[in-house]
């Protein structure tokens, strides 16, 4: 995984709160076997028309959100089913930060997992930045993972919380498994008690 | 004397095979179930980094999402979903796993073929690629679902880093109205804390309305519990519980039954255990419920009709009723019972065991379908499907014009040819209206068994209490 440290980029609005994976990606696309190439079907009902042409009114086809980064939705996004390849498919597209006022749990796990940095900000700041995002030309933010900041390009700066120990992982870009295989001893000994109980 | 725990703490602190201030806690799982959908870059990643499987004996797959349920001896004709389900094959013969393949007689929905084994037992740490692994809670698990990363993570260490997430019990209290599901239940109880109103939670379903419900009914009641923003949802093992773990094929025996019976009555919540939310509700309030949105929240009263924007306190709530209305071509103040519906599926790991399809059949019995409506059946297993055919009830559902199906997810997600196509109204026993969920363009309304089979007879929705 690529650590994530500070980040600057082009942020887009997604005015809408509930998005659910089955939006982020679409389930005719969960049948490939590959973790790579799940950007082009991102949102893929709202962006594309039926006959395949781009959907002039989905906010990530105005010209202006070409090349965006950083996404600003609306609250508990990432909800319903746990499919990974919902941040697949938003970090292939392009994104590294999502701005919402909460989202889903496994959702956020996910979004750990792959080097993608979920960032929770109050409802009204949240619709501040999407506004801004909305009106403003090329409106970026920088986003500083060890200080746990946004800013604005006006330097206005919003804090956001952060798991100590997921801020660890994305700084260093650390591998779980790896992390977690580091106590291989103290697993054998408890799956060695565990093993003796009846069920 | 011990402070008094819930049972989420008993099962947590039982399985953290490590647990530091300002670390994730290492819990160590029971049991792994895996599907074809989200396990094959878990797998090539044990590959990828030379790994194996620690534990195939606690790791049993089968294949559902993405499986035709139309007759099994003929090839599947979408070839990237043949490749994935090959992939699932392939992979569980070089890691040493399970399989119920599709042509096992226990092949089934991932979460319905959990209990029916016996897998699913109280006080165990489950997990699955699947966010309705909640279901297995309603056994006194704690079982919640996973994404791929962490498949792979299990897969190696037959552990997982969780951060402890908070308590909820949810009391329903009372007898239930005659015609009222575990299905009405749920849908109840999310209306009222909202799609996220479970989020950081593990949610414990208790109150003398659950204690008197089937395990059927309680893992109807725990699968949604992921529609309510919670990652798990548990209910007390009891009596209820052991008489139906008792026998099956990967229950305890002998001693080891009695010595696991004598653990799992040890599980339940003490009294007096704190809980980070509570939530009391009377049964007897709860009517049959009728989503008309695009999310499980947006639930009404049958008797009820559809809401206006208005209605909301909430800017975000108003936004997303509107879209909800635009999409699914309902206008405010309609009444639900005048609802016309294109499409009946009763099905999915919500609502297609055996209950499910005997209290659906018996609604149905003796009558047809409505002309204008197109009715599918579709058994969580295939041991459901054994049953439910030595019982006539294939020929109930057939004689009423109903399609009765081979085992599998079908059109709760329409991975499969089972699709809605664009701007179909359905009646679903499934758990999930999201847009497109069954179909591009297709509008869900999500029901009970029981209400589904009436709205297919009707060609509309009806009032299951005035059923007759
Ligand atoms: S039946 Fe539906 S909800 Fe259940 S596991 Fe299958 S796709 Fe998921």
Redesign the pocket.
């Known amino acids: 995984m690529e650590p994530f440290v500070e980040h600057t980029g082009l942020a887009a609005p997604l005015d809408a709160a509930n998005i659910d994976t089955d939006q982020i990606i679409p389930k005719q696309f969960l049948k490939r076997i590959e973790r790579a190439g799940f950007g082009q079907f991102l949102f893929f009902d709202w962006r594309f028309k039926d006959d395949g042409s781009e959907n002039p009114d989905f906010s990530l086809n105005e010209p202006q959100y070409r090349g965006a980064s950083i996404l600003i939705a609306g609250a508990n996004f990432g909800c319903g ?1 746990s499919r990974e390849h919902a941040p697949w498919a938003l970090l292939d597209y392009g994104f590294r930060v999502l701005i919402a006022p909460s989202f889903a749990d496994i959702f956020r796990s996910n979004c750990y997992k792959n080097g993608i940095l979920p960032i929770e900000l109050s409802s009204e700041d949240a619709a501040r930045l999407r506004r801004q995002a909305e009106t403003r030309d090329g409106f970026q933010l920088t986003v500083n993972l060890p200080k746990q900041t946004v800013s604005d390009p006006d330097g206005k700066t919003y804090s956001f919380e952060m798991d100590s120990f997921r801020k660890e992982f994305l700084l260093k870009g650390l591998d779980d498994i790896g992390w977690t295989l580091q106590y291989e001893r103290d697993i054998a000994e408890y799956e060695k008690k565990r093993d003796a109980l009846p069920t | 004397m011990n402070a008094p725990r819930t049972m989420f703490e008993k099962i947590w602190s039982s399985h953290a095979v490590r647990e530091e201030p300002d670390e994730a806690a290492i819990l160590y799982i029971d049991l792994h179930l895996v599907h074809e959908v989200t396990s094959p870059q878990a797998f090539e990643g044990l590959r990828m980094s030379g790994r194996k499987v620690r534990r195939p004996d606690k790791t049993f797959a089968t294949m ?2 993405n499986v035709p349920t139309s007759d099994r001896s003929l090839p599947i004709l979408d070839q990237i979903a043949a490749k994935q389900i090959e992939t699932l094959e392939t992979n569980c013969r070089e890691f040493g796993v399970t399989l119920y393949d599709l042509n096992s007689p226990d092949q089934g ?3 319905v073929i959990g209990p029916e084994l016996g897998l699913t037992q109280p006080g165990r740490t489950i997990v699955c690629g ?3 692994t909640s279901t297995h809670g309603a056994f006194g698990a704690l079982a919640f679902g996973i994404g791929t990363s962490e498949v792979e993570h299990v897969l190696a260490t037959q552990c997982l880093q969780q951060q402890r997430p908070k308590t909820f019990r949810i009391a329903i209290e009372g007898g239930l109205q005659e015609g009222v599901t575990a299905k009405d239940i749920i849908l109840n109880i999310i209306r009222r804390i909202g799609t996220a109103g479970g989020a950081g939670h593990v949610i414990e379903y208790a109150g003398s309305t659950i204690r008197a419900l089937s395990m059927e009914q309680r893992m109807t009641v725990c699968n949604m519990s992921i529609e309510g923003g919670a990652r798990a949802g548990m209910i007390a093992p009891d009596e209820t519980t052991y008489a139906y773990l008792e026998g099956r094929r990967f229950s305890p025996k002998g001693a080891d039954w009695d010595a696991a019976v004598e653990y799992w009555k040890t599980l339940p919540s003490d009294d007096g255990a704190d809980w980070d939310a509570e939530l009391e509700i009377d049964a007897a309030e709860i009517a049959p419920q009728v989503t008309w949105g695009v999310n499980p929240g947006q639930t009404v009263d049958v008797g009820g009709a559809v809401p206006s924007p208005d209605d909301f306190d909430n800017p975000d709530d108003q936004k997303t009723a509107e879209r909800a209305l635009e999409y699914m071509d309902l206008t405010p103040g309609q009444q639900i019972t005048d609802l016309k519906l294109d499409r009946v599926f009763i ?4 609502n ?1 065991r055996i209950s499910d399809l005997r209290a659906a059949a018996n609604v149905v019995k003796g009558r047809k379908a409505n002309a204008d409506v197109r009715a599918m059946v579709v058994p969580g297993s295939q041991a459901v499907k054994r049953q439910a055919e030595a019982e006539g009830l294939d020929a109930v559902f057939r004689d009423a014009g109903f399609d009765w199906r081979e085992s599998g ?1 079908s059109m ?2 329409g ?1 499969n040819p089972d699709t809605l196509a664009p701007g179909e109204r359905c009646a679903s026993s ?3 209206n999201f847009e497109g969920r069954q179909g591009k363009g297709g509008r869900t309304h999500l029901v009970s068994p029981e209400m589904a089979a009436a709205a297919a007879i009707a060609g509309r929705f009806v009032d299951i209490r005035s059923w007759s």
């Open positions: 089913s | 559902d999402h929905i991932v979460h699947d966010s309705h099905g999915s790991c919500t297609s997810c709760c997600l991975m499934s758990n999930r």
